[in-house]
């Protein structure tokens, strides 16, 4: 069964530093996997997903993730921080063409001015 | 504009008073599924459906149904709700077509908070 453990419930930053949010999944097949956020009082928007082309994936709003097959991580990255991405943030993993999402506990990013 | 629609976006109801959330996607999507969202679990399939008439459990269906009649439509039904379905609801909608914008993710809904004193 694929599972998705995100590493840190709350995470925070300074403005202008650098963010990682940290995701580990398990799957027994070559996953499929994402990043969503969640901003205060609305629905989940996705940032990126790692379909099975290039292991570094860039999304929306200046963030990247890795691939890493050896360490089972799909870490997220955004070189400087900004006030605006104070948001919950969601991995997830598909074994399957979009058919399920198993999501981890999310990690909540608070921007410090 | 492609989007999922939920209604209500809040609801406040009393247990065993039977509720329907509804759920539409303007998308031609094959796929959807209802999540809910609490705090500290992140969110958990409660059904999906891949096309129409075809349905299936997620990890925590107990006490919920739905129902798959068009392609569009999704609802979610709490026959006899109770406290501990109070929770965030999202419903979302995906394509398994490759290529395409909307391909491998899905389209969530801005969500239905319920509350079941």
């Known amino acids: 069964a694929q599972s998705v453990t995100q590493l840190g419930s709350h995470v925070s930053v300074s403005e202008g530093a650098l963010v990682l949010l940290r995701c580990n999944y398990s799957?027994?097949?070559?996953?499929?996997l994402f990043w969503y956020v969640q901003y205060p009082n609305q629905g989940l928007q996705l940032l990126l997903k790692?379909?099975?082309?290039?292991?570094l994936v860039k999304g929306i709003n200046g963030f990247e993730a890795e691939f890493k097959k050896s360490e089972t991580s799909f870490h997220l990255t955004k070189p400087s921080a900004h006030m605006s991405d104070a948001a919950e943030y969601f991995c997830?993993?598909?074994?399957?063409?979009?058919?399920?999402?198993?999501f981890g506990q999310g990690t909540r990013l608070t921007i410090n001015p | 504009e492609a989007q999922v629609t939920q209604n209500p976006r809040y609801l406040i109801t009393v247990t065993g008073k039977k509720l329907t959330v509804t759920c539409s996607q303007n998308?031609?999507?094959?796929?959807m599924s209802w999540y809910r969202q609490d705090p500290g679990l992140g969110l958990r399939q409660i059904y999906y459906?891949?096309?129409?008439?075809?349905?299936d459990k997620g990890d925590v269906p107990e006490g919920y149904k739905v129902s798959r009649k068009e392609k569009r439509n999704f609802p979610l039904i709490l026959e006899s709700p109770s406290p501990n379905q109070t929770s965030l609801y999202f419903c979302?909608?995906?394509?398994?077509?490759?290529?395409?914008?909307?391909?491998?993710?899905?389209?969530f809904g801005s969500g239905t908070r319920l509350t079941v004193v």
């Open positions: 979302a909608s995906s394509s398994p077509r490759f290529g395409g914008p909307d391909s491998y993710g899905y389209t």
């Open positions: 799957s027994s097949v070559p996953p499929y």
């Open positions: 790692y379909t099975s082309a290039a292991t």
């Open positions: 997830a993993v598909s074994p399957t063409k979009a058919q399920k999402l198993v």
């Open positions: 998308m031609n999507h094959e796929y």
């Open positions: 459906s891949m096309n129409v008439e075809v349905t």
